[in-house]
C-alpha cells in the first residue's frame, strides 16, 4: 500500500508520508558517507513539533528476487509507535521514490519473520547491532556525530 512520495527538488530527497493515525507532511532522506557494508544508504529525518530535524528511521538498498528491481527497506520508528514501521521506496518516474507500507510475513523455511525484526532480541540474546556505529553521546552527554545539531534548516 503506497502511504508517500519522496521527490527530488534541487537535490534534495523530501516528501511526507501519512497514513490513517501517522501525518509526516515533511520528511527528508539523508545520504549515509560510511565505508561499513552493513551501513545504511540513507536516513530518514522528520521535522518535530519544535520544528527540529529528527531521524526517524534509516533504509538500506535491496533487490528482489523474483525480478532484480533494486529498491530501498527500512523502518521508520519513534516512541509514539507501538512498534517499528517498515517501509519499501521504489524508484519513481520524477527521479524520486514512492513510499509503500510493507507487513513483515513469515517464512516457514527461515523459521520466522522475514523482513526488518520488530525486536532486537531473539531467542540467543540481543541481536548483532553492527552498522550503526558507536554512541552519539560526547563524554559531557552532549550530541556528536550523526544526530548533531546542523545549523542549518534542511540538513540533508
Not at 507532511?25 to 560510511?34: A, D, E, F, Q, T
Not at 519513481?92 to 514512492?98: I, W
Amino acid at each position: 500500500m503506497n502511504i508517500g512520495e519522496i521527490f527530488n527538488v534541487n537535490n534534495r530527497l523530501t516528501g511526507s508520508i501519512a497514513t490513517r493515525t501517522i501525518d509526516l507532511p515533511r520528511i527528508g532522506l539523508r545520504k549515509v558517507m560510511s565505508e561499513n557494508e552493513k551501513a545504511p544508504v540513507y536516513e530518514i529525518l522528520a521535522l518535530n513539533v519544535a520544528r527540529r530535524w529528527v531521524q526517524i528511521g534509516a533504509l538500506w538498498e535491496a533487490v528482489s528476487k523474483r525480478t532484480g528491481e533494486v529498491f530501498l527497506a527500512g523502518n521508520i520508528d519513534d516512541p509514539s509507535l507501538p512498534e517499528p514501521m517498515p517501509i519499501a521506496l521504489f524508484p519513481a518516474d520524477h527521479g524520486g521514490y514512492m513510499v509503500a507500507w510493507r507487513r513483515d510475513t513469515m517464512r516457514s523455511d527461515f523459521g520466522g519473520g522475514m523482513g526488518v525484526s520488530r525486536t532486537n532480541y531473539d531467542d540467543r540474546g540481543p541481536r548483532d547491532q553492527d552498522g550503526f556505529g558507536g554512541s552519539t553521546a560526547g563524554a559531557n552527554g552532549e550530541l556528536t556525530g550523526a544526530g548533531a545539531p546542523f545549523g542549518e534548516e534542511d540538513p540533508f
